[in-house]
């Protein structure tokens, strides 16, 4: 089945120790999304790839930094995790821009 | 900034119930999205709409796209214990960027 895989599933890094999550699909869709999601509230958007072309959210810390090498994967670099960026980290795409978004199972990140 | 106003915050139902719930904003959205997400999971996409008025089905699931394209509400018909979980309105106005409710936590009591 076409899917949006997230790996991996758990991380546990340490304070200040880079740590890198990937995202692949098997949909072609042009447009992928990283969100963070923290304990019980909705997921917030950190920056997005439309094709190529990398959009910052403007509250986005600098720590978070993405890699789109192709069009399958996309992988999200945090340079040095604070406990504060402990969350869930989702990965999701979308054909176009104004299309529905599919998201990948998530990667539950704990920085101790 | 577009702020959505998802409620309830939480229900506790039991098995065999129908459940409301409902998005609302000041702004107009072009696509409203609902999903659910359990524990530990990533949201799934339950139904999609674009158009204002449109009612769309999916199973036991009805969600409709108000006319107003400010709102928009999700019913489940005869809940099962598997309806558990968080749903998520989401709503895209003409760009690309996705608002999130802050999610209806459905507990379902067998």
């Known amino acids: 089945d076409a899917m949006v895989i997230q790996n991996p599933r758990y991380q546990v890094t340490q304070f200040g120790k880079p740590v890198t999550l990937s995202c692949s699909q098997t949909?072609?869709?042009?447009?992928m999304y990283w969100y963070q999601q923290k304990s019980s509230q909705a997921p917030k958007l950190l920056f997005h790839?439309?094709?190529?072309?990398?959009?910052n959210e403007a509250d986005t810390p600098d720590n978070f930094q993405s890699r789109r090498p192709n069009t399958s994967f996309c992988f999200l670099d945090i340079r040095s995790p604070g406990l504060g960026d402990t969350a869930m980290y989702l990965c999701?795409?979308?054909?176009?821009?104004?299309?529905?978004?599919?998201f990948g199972q998530g990667t539950r990140l704990t920085v101790v | 900034g577009q702020q959505l106003n998802q409620s309830p915050q939480s229900m506790f139902i039991q098995e065999g119930e129908d459940v409301s719930m409902n998005c609302t904003s000041s702004?107009?959205?072009?696509?409203w999205l609902w999903y659910k997400q359990d524990p530990g999971e990533g949201p799934v996409l339950l139904i999609a709409?674009?158009?204002?008025?449109e009612l769309t089905s999916n199973g036991r699931l009805t969600a409709q796209f108000g006319i107003t394209r400010k709102d928009s509400f999700l019913n489940i018909s005869a809940s099962i214990p598997s309806d558990v979980g968080i749903y998520f309105c989401a709503g895209r106005r003409s760009n690309y960027k996705l608002t999130f409710g802050k999610g209806t936590l459905l507990t379902v009591n067998p």
């Open positions: 790839y439309y094709d190529k072309d990398f959009n």
């Open positions: 702004s107009i959205f072009n696509t």
């Open positions: 949909l072609n869709h042009n447009v």
């Open positions: 709409l674009y158009k204002a008025g």
């Open positions: 999701a795409t979308s054909r176009v821009m104004g299309s529905e978004a599919f």
